[in-house]
DNA sequence: GTTAGCACTCTCTTTCGGTGAGTGCTAATC
DNA sequence: GATTAGCACTCACCGAAAGAGAGTGCTAAC
């Protein structure tokens, strides 16, 4: 276990370089900018030992060596120490948050700016995908002719709207009826009803109220449907032109540009909701072949304990994983915390 | 005159080919493939002149010809012919545009894919701004605690909301009185109101209504002018990776990428809402540095005969424009017809 | 087990003709 | 006088060859 413990110094030493400089590292880099305390042709030993081991790979027979995929796994689970944030870092995002109190999509905007601003990756955010939800409370606001306003508010707080475009121009009257009706029915009821459970009280309404009713129930359902295709809010794509390895190779970079401009496949990035705190996916772990020479590390966040969005960053394998994945736990902490005290709290 | 004639069928014939190629024209290039009858010593000597004047370019002394950005602008003003855009095409934007009625977003981003799609060039659409706008009806809806969903209708039929957050919670009541109040103030007044408007008959309310007053007065104001930062949307950047001039130059897609990225740029780049009904800017032409070897293609699009927005293409001084230009116009009309059906057509 | 030494490998850069497309100029032709 | 054929010249592009440099694997000595 010795040996090894020095295997894997050597190892370490050689991913935190390579992370820096994107060269290959060769025995002399070694022995020279980290002192282990052994020469170079023992380090080549060993380095020969963990390439067999599949850490390490040589891009020609004469180079330095990089690490493997694999490498970086280890890296992750055993090596990775997590990084502080600074304070005053947190504080500037609790601020910006408040400032933009109750306006969704500005908080995600800002959240990506941040996430690349500190890491330099490109960004991605999910807008929050908030199924199960219960409706509270339902307005029907006539705009125009045909033209209707739906408002929905749930018990969890989230307001969702809608224009809707009716067969006829209904009256004031109508509207408030179809509205109270609704709102005596789907009081604890799913937004995902079916149309058997009116069926019951229907003839309180007249027929062209009916027929009103079952357009906004209509719309309901897309309004409520319609984050199927999770939207995704992306920021810094263009920071992949900092590293050479990308740089300098432009299939690799015109592969990855015309990737992350693909909702398709950041959606599948971004499925698993599970409830690991941070997630990493490094290389080929990446389900999108896409993605197989990059790093995606994300995170989950929260309202109200249950997990509704996705935050985190893409970039190349050697990204420096401490301080990323430390930023990307950081920020959906603040963003859970922000979301729950903004719009969640009611639920039962 | 005669001359000339011929002089400019040579650099009509050069810049044809050199927008399908992308290769460097030379003498016997047009000789043979366009034959305008004479010979390839005497092409050259048109070309030594043509470039003389100006409109073409040598990248070195033993290569052919490339149109200068004086070409394009000539060929632009002088040589362009619109090109019918197929009938099923308007088909299929008008029923697209129908099915997402009243989803301004949705329409914005379509339109954006579309215009892609038939160009093969990047696209962008600057979401309606809209000015000058007149309430008819203000709601406010209590969604729990201190927040409150503030929906405001124009006359003009757009409808705007917002969410804010008030310093106390208020009873159902106060909320009518206050929305009461407004509407009947603001009926006929642009959004742009004055506090002191109030004045005469604010006593109406109670001194904690008239906190709440102050408050929505506020809220509109950013309603309606949050709009000063245009936002944009944009498609099919990666499209660039198709033009071998862009392809074989890093540095010239980094700096294509970086900056159609930014809000910035774009905005400067579509700030003149002026009344051509097809703006094409042309390599220098660009206010815009970074796009120097690109040109716009842009138009704005109207609602109620008032123009709110802009489309447009961004690509490679050699883009097909007479192709692009139709599409461009036909799309604006499209859009202009679609949104003064959809939404305008009440103005006083 | 470790290390010094050395031959070897392979990329990267530079150099150097060769090729080919295209030009400008001159002299002949219409 | 305009047009064209002919020709020398230019220059990017390609591929081969040579040299440099970084790094390796192996062997033999410590």
Same mark, same amino acid.
């Given at each position: 276990m010795k040996k090894d413990d020095r295997k894997f110094d050597i190892l370490y030493s050689i991913i935190r370089d390579y992370i820096k400089t994107a @060269? &290959?590292? /060769? !025995?002399?880099? $070694?022995?020279?900018?980290?002192?282990? /305390?052994? #020469? !170079? =042709?023992?380090?080549?030993? @060993? %380095?020969?030992?963990?390439?067999? %081991? +599949?850490?390490?790979?040589? &891009?020609?027979? !004469?180079? +330095?060596?990089?690490? #493997?995929?694999k490498a970086y796994r280890l890296y992750v689970d055993r090596f990775m120490k997590r990084v502080d944030v600074d304070n005053y870092i947190r504080d500037d995002v609790r601020s910006l948050y408040n400032r933009y109190f109750g306006e969704l999509e500005e908080i995600m905007n800002k959240t990506a700016q941040i996430l690349t601003k500190l890491t330099n990756l490109? !960004?991605?955010? #999910?807008?929050?995908? $908030?199924? +199960? *939800?219960?409706?509270?409370? *339902?307005?029907?606001?006539?705009i125009e002719d045909e033209r209707v306003l739906l408002v929905v508010i749930t018990k969890q707080g989230i307001v969702k709207n809608g224009e %809707?475009?009716?067969? +006829? $121009?209904?009256t004031e009257q109508m509207l408030e009826h179809v509205a109270n009706f609704l709102n005596l029915c789907l009081t604890d009821m799913q937004t995902e009803?079916?149309?058997?459970?009116? =069926? =019951? #009280?229907i003839d309180a309404l007249s027929p062209w109220e009916q027929k009103i009713l079952a357009q906004v129930v209509e719309a309901i359902k897309t309004l409520f449907n319609q984050e199927e295709d999770i939207r995704f809010i992306s920021n810094g794509v263009t920071e992949i032109f900092r590293y050479p390895e990308f740089r300098n190779d432009m299939d690799k970079t015109k592969r990855f540009l015309e990737a992350i401009h693909r909702n398709d496949l950041l959606s599948y990035l971004f499925t698993a909701m599970d409830d690991e705190p941070v997630r990493v996916r490094i290389g080929e772990e990446n389900e999108v072949e896409q993605f197989s020479d990059c790093s995606v590390i994300s995170a989950t966040y929260k309202l109200n304990g249950r997990p509704v969005g996705t935050i985190g960053v893409v970039g190349p394998t050697r990204m420096d994983y401490d301080y990323c994945v430390s930023v990307i736990e950081t920020l959906t902490d603040e963003l859970t915390e922000h979301l729950t005290e903004s719009i969640g709290g009611k639920e039962d």
């Open positions: @060269e &290959p590292v /060769g !025995s002399r880099t $070694i022995e020279k900018k980290y002192n282990i /305390g052994i #020469s !170079s =042709a023992t380090i080549r030993n @060993e %380095m020969a030992d963990l390439e067999e %081991m +599949g850490y390490l790979l040589q &891009p020609h027979t !004469s180079s +330095g060596r990089i690490p #493997s995929d490109t !960004s991605l955010v #999910s807008t929050p995908n $908030i199924t +199960g *939800l219960n409706i509270r409370d *339902l307005r029907l606001i006539h %809707m475009r009716l067969n +006829g $121009i209904p009803f079916s149309a058997a459970t009116f =069926a =019951a #009280s």
